[in-house]
Each structure stands twice: as structure tokens, then as C-alpha cells.
């Protein structure tokens, strides 16, 4: 494919792409963040505001290239554990990424969802977050969620309850409860910074995703490297249990 912007060796790459075979929905699992600082001497958080941009890059390049859903994990249910000061600049930054990011959003025609508790976030950032959303909802190029204060079990236990509720129990009611039900299960999931596991992330959707897993730190994942991604999928045989 021939993308605009990109240059040299990128391009090159995204050259071997092929439009028919790219995943419909690509997640990924923003890891490494804090190591990439340790590596510099820098403070963990630093490393957090170099994978904000980082995830600009990769939500623009979904877009070039006409991927219709990118799932990323920016906040997990278990990441309350860490020190208040982290939360709390990773809460700002949140804040930060949602002012600077929605004009750029919506002239490329992206909408933004989210997926997660959003009540237990500090109530400025909930409403930020409901305006972005308010004010992207005509995106119709890319869906870009978020993955907000997000947990696959917390997930699967809402949509048992909500089922539950229904009364019907199916595979079709249990996903009707999911956060986003409309949203088709990822095709291919990319975990970055060398840690081979999902950490709760969309237990439920996965079942046939394809796994992708690179020691790139998140802030140092690029464009080449994601096209690195694209093409490792396009070389599997998805077979869904059949021959
Ligand atoms: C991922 O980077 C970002 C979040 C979990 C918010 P980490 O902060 O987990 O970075 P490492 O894994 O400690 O290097
Ligand atoms: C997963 O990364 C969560 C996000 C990227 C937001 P973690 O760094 O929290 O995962 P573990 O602790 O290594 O499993
Ligand atoms: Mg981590």
C-alpha cells in the first residue's frame, strides 16, 4: 500500500501491505512505558508521555490505512494499585490527551469510544471524556476506544448480570451486554515491551484473535514497527477450528 507521510523504509514496508488482508480491529496492550524511562534515567512518567505520542502515531496510521477499530489499553482496573502520584499524572494526561487530541480526531474523521467502569474515574475527567466522545461521534473513518479503568473479568460479570437480567442466555445476549457491543472482536492483538500475557484485557474477545507480541517498548513502537505487526498477520493461516 501506498501510505501518505511515510518515508524511506516505513514506506518501503508498507508497500508489502495488502488492503485486502488487513485486520478489521487491531488492540493493543500499551506496555513498557515505565522501563523505557528507567532505561533514560528519567522518571516513569516521562516514559508515559512519550507513549501518549506514540499512540497518536499508531491511531493515525490505523486511519491511513482504512483499519476501521483500534482498541487500546490505556488504564487497567488493576493499575489503581500503583503509587497515587502515577494514577495521577496518568488521570492528567488522560485529560491532556482528549483537549489536545479531538480537533485532530475529528478532522480525520475518527470517533472516539470508550471501554471501561467510567464511575470510578475523577468526575472532570468522566465529563471530559463524554464530551470527546459527544463531539467525535460522527467519526466515521476509525472507531479509536480507550480502554479506560477497563478489566476483562470486570467486563465478562457485567455482561453474565446483564444477561441474567434478560433472562436469555446465549452467546448473542452475553455480547449485547459487553461495554461495546457493536464493536466486532479484535483480529489481531499487539502486546508490546517483551511480557508474553493479556493482563485482563478482553478475555472474552480474543477466543480467536491473532497474538502478536514484540520486546519493542511501548514509547519506542513506531510506524515501521507496527507495519511490522500488519505484515506478521497477514502471513497467518486464521482457521477458526476448521481444516
Ligand atoms: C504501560 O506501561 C502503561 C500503563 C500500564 C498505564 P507501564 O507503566 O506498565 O510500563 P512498565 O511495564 O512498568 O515498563
Ligand atoms: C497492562 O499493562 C495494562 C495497560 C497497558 C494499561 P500492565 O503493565 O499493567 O500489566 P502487567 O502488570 O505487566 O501484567
Ligand atoms: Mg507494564
Do not use: C
Not at 67 to 96: C, G, H, V
Not at 212 to 223: G, Q, R
Amino acid at each position: 500500500m501506498e501510505i501518505e507521510g511515510l518515508k524511506g523504509k516505513t514506506a518501503e514496508l508498507a508497500r508489502e501491505l495488502q488492503k485486502e488482508k488487513l485486520p478489521r480491529h487491531v488492540a493493543v496492550i500499551m506496555d513498557g512505558n515505565g522501563r523505557w524511562a528507567k532505561k533514560r534515567g528519567l522518571p516513569r512518567v516521562k516514559g508515559h508521555e512519550k507513549g501518549a505520542k506514540t499512540l497518536r502515531k499508531v491511531v493515525e496510521l490505523s486511519a491511513k490505512l482504512g483499519i476501521q477499530y483500534l482498541t487500546a489499553f490505556a488504564f487497567s482496573k488493576e493499575n489503581w494499585e500503583r503509587p497515587r502520584e502515577e494514577i495521577e499524572f496518568l488521570m492528567d494526561l488522560l485529560r491532556r490527551y482528549l483537549k489536545n487530541e479531538i480537533p485532530t480526531l475529528i478532522k480525520n474523521d475518527i470517533k472516539l469510544e470508550v471501554a471501561g467502569d467510567l464511575e470510578e474515574l475523577p468526575e472532570d475527567l468522566q465529563e471530559k471524556i463524554k464530551d470527546a466522545i459527544r463531539k467525535t461521534s460522527a467519526g466515521k473513518r476509525l472507531d479509536f476506544i480507550l480502554a479506560i479503568n477497563y478489566g476483562g473479568r470486570a467486563e465478562i460479570l457485567r455482561a453474565a448480570k446483564g444477561m441474567a437480567q434478560e433472562g436469555i442466555f446465549s452467546q448473542e445476549s452475553f455480547r449485547k451486554h459487553l461495554y461495546l457491543p457493536h464493536v466486532p472482536d479484535p483480529d489481531l492483538l499487539i502486546r508490546t515491551s517483551g511480557e508474553i500475557r493479556i493482563s485482563n484485557f478482553l478475555l472474552w474477545q480474543i477466543a480467536y484473535t491473532e497474538l502478536y507480541f514484540t520486546p519493542v517498548l511501548w514509547p519506542d513502537f513506531n510506524e515501521r514497527e507496527y507495519i511490522k505487526a500488519l505484515l506478521d498477520y497477514q502471513r497467518r493461516e486464521r482457521r477458526f477450528g476448521r481444516v
